[in-house]
């Protein structure tokens, strides 16, 4: 397996804010026989190019995908110095305060013309796949310097990671045709300069799991599992929103381990999946739980030592008073928080000092240097069917604000989707 992508930051957080200061720049490459390489430049332009030569050295050829006969001809059309189409769009219509409503946003359709500008480093996409994730809500409140991303604009798409196929390219490392994921605009096409995007090479997997099990929430499994929580075979792992774009995996990889896996859910459906499809050693449904604790306490009689946290508020509560001597809490997200105005505290945190626990937030940016590795390890197992996966789709960018929104009210079941093409 190949992974060859220029990685040219100026810092991570370039992406998410504006006016980040230089930290230096890097080309970060994966040659042909796997190994990851780093070359630091003094300017981004040096380091774009070096990263361009290797690829260019060793970029793999790219497999033929079929097209629709109206994208034939747009295609031909662009060409010709390219051509107009319309392009849907899900803007933000002003700050979201509290629980988000569908209404909070508004389906658009612009005239959108498929060429770059001459002399454009960029590249024009066409959006396949989108994913509804949960960290998107700190983007739809008011701008913070607390927030973990930029605020969306007002008036303006959203954005999201997604999978898209390049109709046209000024950038040296992307050509027409090529399949990339990474960070786009909610809308049916997207002018995107990628500074951290993976282009995809291996298509005979569903493209739609590179916004999931191959995607961002993946590699989030697979980083705060192994990187962070540092398991061990045979100890007890406990999963909160376990059925989860996330959760599901995190769940999977621990027994993988060896380890003795309990997940919760908010739904007997949910439950059943984790037990009798995800392989989960126990699981509950925390709705139907008057004690937590007690919950907690009935699945894991000899206590809890690795907690994957996707929940906070009262379930952390809980699980401190359960954690073994010197446990870890990877902090992934906190999902009950998120639309309060007032967030809850945190009572037991003595347990912390008394039990040793090691508690570790974390953001999958710091870890897009072992993406390759997790390609490595999690492909084998989807071929082989090591890895259950469950996608909850919505077809068409219509039903993206519907899709977006039942995140917070737990109504997907897997890792939730939006269909805007499909190739």
């Not at 927030?147 to 027409?176: C, M, N, W």
Request: hydrophobic share 40%; proline share 4%.
């Amino acid at each position: 397996m190949q992974l060859c992508r220029a990685f040219v930051p100026v810092a991570y957080s370039f992406l998410f804010r504006t006016g980040a200061c230089c930290m230096g720049h890097m080309a970060l490459f994966v040659n042909g026989d796997g190994k990851l390489n780093t070359l630091f430049c003094a300017t981004r332009e040096a380091a774009i190019k070096a990263s361009s030569r290797v690829l260019q050295e060793s970029k793999p050829s790219t497999p033929r995908t079929k097209k629709s006969i109206s994208e034939k001809k747009t295609m031909s059309a662009e060409g010709n110095g390219g051509a107009m189409a319309t392009n849907k769009q899900v803007i933000l219509r002003d700050y979201v305060s509290g629980f988000p409503k569908e209404s909070d946003f508004e389906i658009t359709t612009t005239n959108f013309e498929l060429r770059l500008p001459e002399g454009s480093n960029s590249v024009l996409v066409k959006n396949l796949y989108l994913s509804c994730d949960p960290y998107m809500r700190s983007r739809m409140g008011k701008p913070s310097a607390f927030a973990l991303a930029q605020a969306f604009t007002p008036g303006k798409p959203i954005l999201g990671f997604g999978v898209s196929r390049v109709i046209e390219s000024g950038h040296p490392d992307y050509k027409q045709g090529d399949l990339l994921w990474g960070i786009v605009g909610w809308e049916e096409y997207s002018v995107v300069t990628p500074e951290m995007h993976f282009k995809i090479h291996d298509t005979d997997v569903p493209l739609s799991y590179y916004t999931g099990l191959l995607g961002m929430p993946g590699m989030t499994a697979y980083a705060g599992f192994h990187e962070v929580c540092s398991p061990k075979k045979g100890e007890t792992v406990y999963v909160s929103a376990a059925s989860g774009a996330v959760g599901q995996l995190v769940g999977q990889f621990a027994k993988m381990m060896g380890c003795y896996v309990v997940g919760s859910a908010g739904s007997t459906e949910k439950v059943d999946l984790l037990k009798n499809k995800f392989g989960f050693d126990d699981a509950f449904n925390y709705k139907d739980e008057g004690d937590l604790s007690a919950a907690l306490k009935r699945c894991f009689p000899k206590g809890i030592d690795i907690y994957f946290e996707n929940v906070g508020g009262k379930m952390l509560d809980a699980v401190l008073l359960n954690m073994n001597m010197h446990g870890r809490i990877a902090v992934c997200g906190m999902i009950s928080q998120y639309n309060l105005e007032d967030q809850e505290g945190v009572h037991n945190l003595t347990s912390i000092i008394y039990k040793r626990i090691r508690i570790q937030g974390f953001v999958v940016f710091d870890f897009f240097d072992k993406y390759s590795k997790f390609l490595e390890f999690v492909i084998p197992c989807i071929k082989e069917e090591k890895i259950a996966y469950v996608e909850d789709v919505a077809e068409g960018l219509e039903k993206g604000p519907e899709a977006l929104v039942g995140l917070f009210y737990g109504k997907n079941v897997g890792k939730q989707v939006v269909v805007v093409a499909r190739e």
